[in-house]
């Protein structure tokens, strides 16, 4: 099956066609300084109604949360409500400017306070810095802050970080980044930290773990106490990758396990929009302990005054002015239309829903750890007697109209397809996606071609991801 390209707008150009029309000139006629005008630029010229066409039919082209079913495992692509923007939209709050007077944005500081103040009650924690962008950069700040509570008691030592071979890669990233080393941890056969091997890396040079929980094989991590118990042994800080926090809202809070410091995901847990759709949000959570090296400025209310405040021993700003300010009015948003009885059901219902798929996947793909699951599960992506791998079977589900899952991730497990239902989704959904993975294995047997061959319906087939990473083409070459 041969696609025909779509024209693209450079090719629809016609000499003299244009999109707009000026206002008739109601001021003297001025030409423009010499060596302002380019006349080199060689722009699509076309009529209004093709540029709306060409745009619109870009924009069509996007997958989104809105028209497709997205189970991108640990991204938790859930429904990002429709009153979130609403909200964010509202004139006093995304009118307002970061340097206006304290007095003149009380209302504005007072969402921050309170958003702090949910997040600390959700997790369990003593104190909540909103200023990071991103998970990765609130993992940055987390790091730092181990690092500068150990400094600030003189304790040198401390090198090494020690992170489960499970973890997302943005974990040894960001120790790295602050200057330490890693050890990798091995996981056991039940998908746990394998103790014997966490113990006999605890020595007074640890700085802390960092423990994701649920992890990214979708399990509780059953001994996390005695996990805990064993970094604090050696003076060390337990560090949470809070990205999957979705499956214990309400039911479970880092903060009582144990955990010094974790990162929210606003943009996945608290339903602020993904990737293109908007930046992210990280905030950081920490312990009484860790509370003086925030990052700031934070929220505080003096009296019946809310102010910002830096805290004592903070490691800094980390952003400019005070983080993704639009993302705290929707996660804020959702967890008051959620109350905290919602809030146990979304995790309730994102827990059911990943072990319901899970049972209705695991005769076609095999589960890569067989235990009752969190808010997502890993299965083996090849299908056996065959040489279909995960990366066909995630090119074949576009065909059927849905998103392919996370592959090949977590890295310990080989043809990983990662999937992650969320609690919006209905059954109807969950059965017929379980139903075209039911079909990609009957074809890959029947017609490998078929598969290997995937996706068949995209405007594009496969792309080389990483040359198109390494050296993007971003202009047209006609
Ligand atoms: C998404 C994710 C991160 C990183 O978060 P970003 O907001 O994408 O920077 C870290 N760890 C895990 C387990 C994740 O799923």
Same mark, same amino acid.
């Given at each position: 099956m041969t696609r025909q390209p779509e024209p693209l707008i450079f090719e629809l150009s016609s000499p003299g066609r244009t999109a707009f029309t000026l206002p008739e000139l109601d001021v003297p006629q001025a030409s423009l300084p010499?060596?302002?005008? @380019? %006349? !080199?630029?060689?722009l699509p010229e076309v009529s209004e109604l093709e540029f709306v066409r060409h745009y619109t039919r870009l924009s069509q082209k996007n997958y989104a949360i809105d028209t497709v079913y997205y189970p991108l495992g640990s991204c938790t692509m859930k429904y990002n409500p429709k009153v979130n923007e609403k909200a964010a939209s509202i004139e006093g709050l995304?009118?307002?400017?970061?340097?206006?007077p304290e007095a003149s944005v009380q209302g504005s500081l007072e969402l921050m306070y309170n958003l702090q103040e949910a997040l600390k009650e959700i997790s369990g924690f003593a104190g909540v810095s909103?200023?990071?962008?991103a998970g990765a950069h609130g993992e940055f700040a987390g790091v730092l802050i181990m690092r500068a509570y150990h400094e600030s008691r003189g304790d040198f030592k401390r090198t090494k970080v020690l992170i489960p071979?499970? $973890?997302? +890669?943005t974990n040894p990233a960001s120790s790295a980044m602050s200057g330490f080393s890693v050890v990798e941890i091995p996981s056991d056969e039940r998908g746990n930290v394998d103790l014997d091997a966490l113990k006999s890396e605890c !020595? %007074?040079?640890?700085?802390g773990l960092m423990l994701t929980n649920p992890n990214t094989l979708g399990? #509780? *991590?059953?001994?996390v106490l005695e996990v805990c118990d064993t970094i604090h042994g050696c003076g060390g800080l337990v560090y949470g %990758? +809070?990205?999957?926090?979705n499956a214990l809202?309400?039911? $479970? @809070?880092p903060g009582d396990l144990g955990f010094d410091v974790l990162h929210f995901n606003l943009h996945k847990t608290f339903t602020t929009p993904h990737g293109g759709g908007g930046p992210g949000s990280g905030p950081v959570g920490v312990s009484q302990r860790l509370a003086? #090296?925030?990052?700031?400025p934070i929220a505080a209310k003096a009296g019946d005054h809310y102010t910002l405040m830096m805290p *004592?021993?903070?490691?800094? @700003?980390?952003?400019? #002015?005070?983080?993704?300010y639009g993302m705290f009015i929707r996660a804020y948003t959702y967890i008051r239309m959620m109350g905290p009885t919602g809030l146990r059901a979304v995790a309730e219902h994102a827990v059911l829903n990943a072990n319901y798929l899970k049972a209705k996947v695991a005769p076609h793909f095999p589960i890569a750890v067989e235990r009752t699951c969190m808010h997502e599960f890993v299965a083996h992506g090849d299908v056996s007697g065959? %040489?279909?791998r995960a990366l066909d079977v995630a090119k074949r589900l576009i065909d059927y109209g849905f998103h392919p899952p996370t592959?090949? #991730?977590?890295?310990?497990?080989?043809d990983a397809l990662m999937i992650e239902p969320t609690e919006t989704e209905s059954k109807e959904t969950l059965d017929a996606f379980a139903e075209a993975l039911a079909q990609i294995a009957e074809e890959a047997r029947r017609d490998p071609e078929l598969v290997h061959s995937a996706?068949?319906?995209?405007?594009?087939?496969?792309?080389d991801e990483v040359t198109a990473a390494r050296k993007p083409v971003l202009c047209y070459k006609g």
């Open positions: 010499e060596g302002h005008v @380019r %006349d !080199d630029l060689n995304s009118q307002v400017h970061p340097l206006q909103l200023q990071p962008a071979d499970s $973890a997302h +890669g !020595d %007074d040079t640890v700085v399990l #509780f *991590e059953e001994n %990758d +809070g990205a999957n926090l809202l309400g039911i $479970a @809070r003086p #090296f925030l990052p700031g *004592e021993q903070s490691i800094g @700003r980390l952003k400019a #002015f005070y983080g993704n065959t %040489d279909i592959n090949y #991730f977590p890295l310990i497990v080989h996706p068949h319906t995209a405007p594009v087939t496969r792309l």
